[in-house]
């Protein structure tokens, strides 16, 4: 740290130009950025994408020279864009990441990314163009689940969003990301240009099919012949996508500029893990991003499948009782003995056996690094944000969970003290008796349940909409009520103590 302290007096704004003179404690990238074409093309340039596919990327250009067609060409349909576009052409598309946990923090200029469209929230020309050069190989996207244009009620295409609605109007001039790739893969047909990979990179279960989904859907009301065609030609490669990246903010710059003596405008601050298991289906080639860690594999689904469980229903299993007790952030819940031993036994006795195998890997050690990235003091993940949309994250992460434990005849007291716990949180304050805000889209309805069910358990678990039969199986109506009258009589440590401490789990 001493190194790094010299550097202070000298602030160097990023830039091409600044690159040497920065402090030797950042790594920079090796090779020669004017060498470097683009060969993809991702719309959705946020924390996410810079501290997972663009730093990926980064790695492969600096490793292989051979590689270098396959820089990274930004693009963006939304108005936040052209002053992120701004932002990014002032110092030259280079991007600072800042890899933190609880005993070091290294950072690196990020290169990968040569060019941004310039973003014309009108016509979009500029992306409907660099869509049609051929060696655009691959397009790809994070755009949030929100982007999708999916129906909330049923998770499936909508093609009656207005935004889906304006574009199959008008088809010649299609405003959506999704319009304006199948313009520019139509365009790519009758020039006889070979078609780009469209790859989706979102947090999005199975998000290859339900990009696939979008873009048939959206073809076949316009153009069947063409939908078919795409159908035929272009791939959608599933993914499994994973690195804890917090929002920038001006503690992240000003931590930056103090330890690091450089200024950016727009840096990225995220955990050491990473992950990226990659569908090997592609329509016109690929990186060799084997060669820094990514994982190429015939079915995303078991590592989906991993991560939803034993993370995402980590999350979720987690977040309320530390909710209940005014915690803060998840390393707090991490740091809170019997929270922590209530999700350890919970992971070992009713998560991780739901599982299935995955391949070339122990769920048991897969825990293990999942609880180390929980307490990473430096993500500064909000027990706040964890807690919102119940309602929506419980049945994905969580009711699934209990649902295979009852089929197999398998114990639920774990995940109905989880549901108990959400129970209790929609009642509407902590267990010190401080007034919890609303925070679900549904939280007047799960508000007038909660507290009707205090004097009638069932009723929670009557709401099918959420947990279908499952609320109805006898033996998770009697651990629900059981863990509901335990939670009203002892408190909330007492009662994840009584599960932790018949089923340890706790993992060395």
Known sequence: MAAVQLQRSSTWRLSDAALKSLSSSIRIPSYNRANITPGILHVGLGNFHRAHMATYMDDLLDKDASQHNWGILGGGVMSFDVDKRDMLESQDWLQVLVERDGDTAE???????????????????PLKRALLNPNIKIASLTVTESGYFLNPNTGKFDPNNHHIVKDIENPDHPSTIFGIM????????????APFTIMSCDNVPENGHVC??????????????????????VQFPNSMVDRITPATSDLERDYLMDQFGVEDAFPVFCEPFRQWVLEDKFSNGRPDLDQVG???V??????ENMKIRVLNGGHASLVYPSALLGLKYVHDAMEHAPIRAFLDALEVNEIIPTVGPVPETNLA???????????????NDTIHRNAYDGSSRQPKFVIPVLKDNLEAGRSVDGLAIVSAMWCRYCQGTTEAGSILAPHDPQ???????ALAAKKNPQCWLDMTDIYG???????????????MHLIEARGIEATLGAYSSTRPGVIA
């Open 294 to 296: 990514v994982q190429f």
């Open 469 to 483: 039969e499952t609320g109805q199986h006898p033996l998770m109506k009697k651990a629900f009520t059981k863990a």
């Open 443 to 449: 939280w007047d309805r799960l508000h007038q349940t």
């Open 298 to 303: 015939e079915d995303v689904h078991p590592f």
């Open 107 to 125: 950072a690196r200029v990020i290169g990968s990314m040569v060019d941004f469209c310039p973003v014309d929230l009108h016509t979009h020309a």
């Open 182 to 193: 199948i313009q520019a893969l139509q365009k790519r047909k009758e020039s006889a240009v």
């Open 212 to 233: 696939k989904e979008v873009t048939l859907g959206m073809a076949r009301l316009t153009d069947p012949y063409m939908a078919d065609w795409i159908e035929e030609n």
């Open 365 to 379: 050690e897969y825990w293990k690094v999942i609880a180390g990235r929980f307490s990473n003091p430096t993500m």
